[in-house]
């Protein structure tokens, strides 16, 4: 798939590139990104350097990573970043973490709900599913405040750092954001 640069109200989010590795590096390194992400740890120099120039452009062309960076304007700072990883047909996850100077502005909810939007419309995706570690209060606010409905516990649901760790499961359907889906619905009967 083509590259392609998405906006909101506040936000230009466009794939990684190249230019964005000092600042990607630098923010990668937070300690509150590495204890809840799947970043490497410790983040080096050329984890920074392969994922721009190697990871981001292969998901692209593949078509089963989408990463955006996330930035304040089309050339003010990275302020966080999403990635859109497509495992099955049936199963679409979205991941984020946002740079630690501009946490609780509102940007991480506004790029998750623009991605979302972007994977609804563009991939047809038919559900779009969050996980993070229990614990992870900040990644499970930002979900909750984009609409995903969470779902339960996932037992042994993320391997982080060589251990199986619990993780909360939530998901975002097309009809949640007022989207037609790519495919019909049919939800179970309620009791």
């Known amino acids: 798939m083509e590259p392609k640069t998405l906006s909101s109200e506040r936000l230009v989010l466009r794939p990684f590139v190249p230019s964005d ?8 390194r937070d300690p509150d990104v590495q204890r809840w992400t799947l970043v490497p740890s ?14 981001v452009p292969n998901g692209w062309r593949d078509g089963t990573a989408f990463a955006f960076a996330v930035r304040l304007g089309a050339e003010g700072p990275l ?6 990883h497509i495992h099955t047909v049936e199963s679409t996850e979205i991941g984020y973490w946002a740079v630690k ?4 502005r509102g940007y991480m ?3 998750v ?3 979302a939007r972007w994977a609804f419309t563009e991939l047809g995706i038919g559900r779009l599913e969050w996980r993070a570690e229990v614990g992870n209060a900040g990644s499970r606010a ?14 042994a649901g ?8 619990d993780c909360w499961v939530g998901a975002l359907l097309p009809s949640d954001l007022g989207l037609t889906p790519a495919l019909p619905y049919l939800p179970a009967p309620v009791d």
């Open 142 to 155: 930002v979900a909750e405040k984009a609409g995903f409905q969470v779902e339960g516990i996932l037992r």
């Open 21 to 28: 590795e000092d600042e990607l590096y630098a923010a990668a």
């Open 79 to 84: 302020v966080a970043a999403v990635g859109v």
């Open 101 to 104: 100077e501009h946490r609780g």
């Open 158 to 165: 993320i391997i982080h750092r060589g251990t199986n760790r």
């Open 109 to 111: 909810t506004e790029a």
């Open 42 to 55: 410790p983040y080096e120099r050329e984890h920074a350097h392969t994922y721009v120039n190697e990871t």
């Open 113 to 115: 709900l623009a991605v």
